[in-house]
């Protein structure tokens, strides 16, 4: 057997020398300096093991009048393992459907929570397919969504949804039956923060077993007046450049609005990114950088080699000064690939940490976003409000 190997180590090295001779110096490319994002996760909360996950989708029955359907992303189902899971109700943001692909919710599944997302009315998914939308009058679209008379039919046909769903699991049905509904939280993105806030406010989902919110690019006016008090923590998390594309919130500083009217005084955050663009912060599968205003680098066409520089040729100062050029664009690039994954660690541990703390109760990660989190995080600032609130469910 050494010996066989022995005979096809020559031919073998000399395919790989032969392929590296004509492959030629290799075009500089963007790349992420994953040492870096590895140290920063390393310092982090510790979000434990990540899971396997898979995907599930739930509809209405027939004899529902009005139909609705939830998408489920949670850890790869196993009957036999005990243990409930907790959950997370997710409200996509405006022309968003149940099934959207999002970062987020793979993310907090992966993490040990099972994530309903629901779009409770039809009207808020299909938003950008409506007449007025086609004329291109999207500030109709968002003021008819974003309307004080829609709100109280969104929340309530949450409400039915969700009991249909907590219905199954008590049925024991299968990739529902190990479900825990008593530990239960509200998250949402845009319209769903602005959802989130509602029944926050109101306490519409109270007997939920609601633990804890997550307000995502929150909803603020100059002349909103002071929130009730909530019976349960609240994250919001936007961004200095969290402007709103539908034209409801065009300057970010309002989105700090919400949480500094926030009357309750429990152990509320805000996380706030130095700068991070609406659909990066709602977890848009398609957005995959944290800004949008450097565009994709493509590879220099000739060679990166400095020997290649034509020679002494007219065109040679021509084509050292495209090569530096492209350098700087792939530089640019590369920080902000590595600014994004860095991002993505920070928005990850932080609102794992708090769904942690509270559906979990687990006190090291309470202790983690109290202490170490605002010197821990790079590019991002936490905000905290303490104090005492009353019981989930309780109004004051």
């Not at 075009?27 to 996760?41: I, K």
């Not at 109700?89 to 993490?111: E, F, Q, T």
């Not at 990114?273 to 950088?289: C, M, N, Q």
């Amino acid at each position: 057997m050494r010996i066989r190997r022995r005979f096809l180590s020559l031919p073998f090295a000399l395919v790989v020398f032969g392929l590296a001779a004509c492959a030629g110096p290799k075009p500089l490319l963007p790349t992420v300096d994953v040492g870096a994002v590895a140290r920063y996760r390393l310092a982090g909360y510790d979000t434990g093991m990540l899971q396997t996950i898979e995907r599930r989708q739930f509809a209405s029955p027939p004899s529902d009048e009005v139909g609705w359907n939830a998408h489920l992303v949670r850890p790869a189902y196993d009957a036999n393992q005990g243990g409930a899971i907790p959950v997370i109700v997710y409200v996509p943001a405006l022309g968003r459907g149940s099934n959207a692909p999002n970062r987020w919710i793979d993310a907090w599944a992966r993490r040990g929570y099972a994530v309903f997302s629901v779009q409770p009315l039809q009207g808020d998914a299909t938003a950008w397919q409506s007449p007025a939308a086609i004329d291109g009058d999207f500030d109709a679209v968002a003021r008819d969504r974003y309307a004080a008379d829609v709100m109280p039919r969104r929340i309530a046909r949450l409400r039915t949804i969700l009991q249909a769903l907590r219905a199954r699991s008590r049925r024991r049905a299968a990739n529902v039956d190990d479900l825990d509904w008593s530990h239960v939280a509200i998250a949402g993105s845009g319209l769903g923060a602005y959802t989130v806030q509602r029944i926050a406010a109101t306490r519409a989902l109270a007997s939920f077993g609601v633990h804890a919110y997550l307000a995502i690019s929150p909803y603020a006016t100059a002349a909103a007046h002071r929130s009730h008090a909530s019976d349960a923590p609240i994250l919001m998390v936007s961004s200095q450049d969290d402007i709103d594309p539908d034209g409801m919130v065009s300057d970010p500083l309002a989105r700090h609005l919400a949480f500094d009217r926030l009357h309750s005084g429990g152990e509320d955050y805000y996380l706030e990114f130095a700068s991070a663009t609406h659909r990066w912060l709602d977890g848009a599968a398609d957005e995959g950088t944290l800004r949008g205003d450097t565009p994709d680098t493509a590879p220099f066409e000739g060679t990166d080699d400095a020997a290649s520089d034509g020679g002494g040729k007219p065109d040679a100062a021509a084509a050292r000064r495209e090569r530096e050029a492209h350098r700087r664009a792939v530089r640019a690039r590369s920080r902000l690939l590595t600014d994004t994954a860095l991002a993505e660690v920070s928005f990850t541990d932080i609102t794992t940490a708090f769904l942690d703390a509270d559906l979990r109760g687990r006190a090291a990660a309470r202790s983690w976003l109290a202490r170490q989190a605002p010197r821990w995080l790079q590019g991002a600032r936490l905000k905290r409000r303490d104090g005492i609130r009353a019981a989930p469910g309780r109004r004051q």
